[in-house]
């Protein structure tokens, strides 16, 4: 086999490169030899070692530097409400969680099935909208397993968060049932008041970033203000995430 030819102006760069690399070792030789009286220059951290050790010290989560906010819808699906909200937050591209009953998921079921495909969270909220009392703990036990059977056989997807009608829950149904309560934390009472704007400013002026806002997809007031909300919410640079993403940053 023929030995490649080495171009002459590579051989001159290599023995260039090679007395450069002399010359810069003489150099150093030289230095450490006599005193140095001029001050090291300050020595500069580089910034993938400050991210490292700063990662180290506090694990960052995903979301810090984000304002996260997710926007809950109760007690349907509705089939009139539902899909023109799942519309609106598809063309925003946002995401949300509905607390939905067994009872309107069994008469909705294409709904159900689309706000899963649609990458939103379904929560649980019991299978009649049964408040718990000191003398129900089982009845609303197994309301919560048969409207999580129910979603699980429209959507195939466990069902893991309970959103308790009037927020009445006990504390043994979390082991019992391997479900978690997500209560919130903004309530507009958009069920009991018809003025979009009410909604709107009662949101968008308490909103923090964390925060858990409670609607009602069985108004037209609450749909046309659930999306004002949303858009006012980006547009201060809100993200929006399932209660799901929420709890666990
Ligand atoms: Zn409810």
């Known amino acids: 086999m023929e030995k490649p030819k080495t171009n002459p102006w590579q051989k001159k760069a290599a023995i260039n490169m090679l007395f450069l690399n002399l010359m810069i070792i003489i ?7 006599g005193p140095d009286l001029t001050p090291p220059p300050p020595y500069e951290v580089p910034e ?24 809950t819808f109760d007690d349907g699906p509705h089939p009139r409400y539902t899909e023109p909200i799942l519309d609106g937050l598809k063309e925003r591209g946002v995401v949300a969680t509905f607390f939905i009953t067994g009872d309107h998921a069994e ?21 009649s909208h049964m408040q718990l009392t000191k003398y129900n703990l089982e009845e609303f036990a197994n309301e919560l397993s048969l409207t999580s059977q129910i979603i ?7 069902t893991l968060f309970v959103r308790p009608p009037y927020g009445l829950w006990d504390i043994r149904l979390e082991a019992k049932l391997n479900m978690f309560p ?25 909103v923090k970033p964390y925060d858990i806002i409670l609607l009602h997809d069985e108004y037209e007031s ?21 209660v799901e993403e929420l709890l666990l940053n």
């Open 27 to 33: 150099a150093f030789a030289f230095k450490s030899l």
């Open 48 to 71: 993938s070692i400050l991210a490292f050790s700063s990662n180290i010290e506090k694990p960052k989560p995903e979301h810090e530097e984000t304002k996260i906010v997710a926007i």
């Open 107 to 127: 008469k909705y079921p294409g709904i159900v099935k689309r706000i899963h495909d649609e990458g939103h969270l379904i929560g649980n909220h019991t299978y």
């Open 152 to 158: 699980a056989e429209i959507t195939g997807a466990e």
């Open 182 to 206: 997500v209560m919130w934390t903004i309530d507009p009472r958009d069920w009991a008041r018809s003025s979009v704007s009410g909604i709107v400013n009662d949101v968008v002026n308490k």
């Open 222 to 242: 609450t749909q046309n203000a659930s999306l004002i909300i949303v858009d006012q919410l980006l547009e201060a640079g809100y993200v929006f995430v399932t």
